[in-house]
């Protein structure tokens, strides 16, 4: 079985469709990668563990899987939309844990009574 009819079978045995699989996966790869190499999200290198995955998944469908010449452009706009949906929410998680990790583990104010 090739990357492509795992994907195929990831797809057809959760219902989920590919670009919440992507989503999915990202955070999957970041979080995965920070536990392994036991650095916080605030690092780039989880981050970019991501990248390398989002990039070299889709070299692999670009190389493996012909589009039709007529749909070259619809394919390459798929290709950059796929990597849009893997990266904003590491991204997003590389910003806040790197800017701002009081977001993620302020204490809650004490109330006055």
Same mark, same amino acid.
């Given at each position: 079985?090739?990357?492509?009819?795992?994907?195929?079978?990831?797809?057809?045995?959760?219902?989920?469709?590919?670009?919440?699989?992507?989503?999915?996966?990202?955070?999957?790869?970041?979080?995965?990668?920070?536990?392994?190499?036991?650095?916080?999200?605030?690092?780039? %290198?989880?981050?970019?563990?991501? %990248?390398?995955?989002?990039?070299?998944?889709?070299?692999?469908?670009?190389? %493996? %899987?012909?589009?039709?010449?007529?749909?070259?452009?619809?394919?390459?706009?798929?290709?950059?939309?796929?990597?849009?949906?893997?990266?904003?929410?590491?991204?997003?998680?590389?910003?806040?844990?790197?800017f701002w990790?009081?977001?993620?583990?302020?204490?809650?104010?004490?109330?006055?009574?």
């Amino acid at each position: 079985m090739d990357w492509y009819e795992i994907k195929n079978w990831l797809e057809l045995s959760t219902g989920l469709p590919r670009d919440s699989l992507h989503i999915y996966a990202g955070i999957g790869v970041q979080l995965f990668v920070a536990l392994v190499s036991r650095r916080s999200l605030a690092s780039t %290198v989880p981050w970019l563990f991501v %990248v390398f995955a989002a990039f070299a998944n889709e070299f692999y469908d670009y190389s %493996v %899987v012909q589009a039709p010449q007529n749909r070259e452009a619809t394919y390459f706009a798929e290709s950059i939309s796929d990597i849009w949906n893997t990266l904003l929410l590491p991204t997003l998680f590389l910003v806040i844990a790197r800017f701002w990790p009081n977001w993620l583990t302020a204490k809650p104010k004490k109330r006055k009574n």
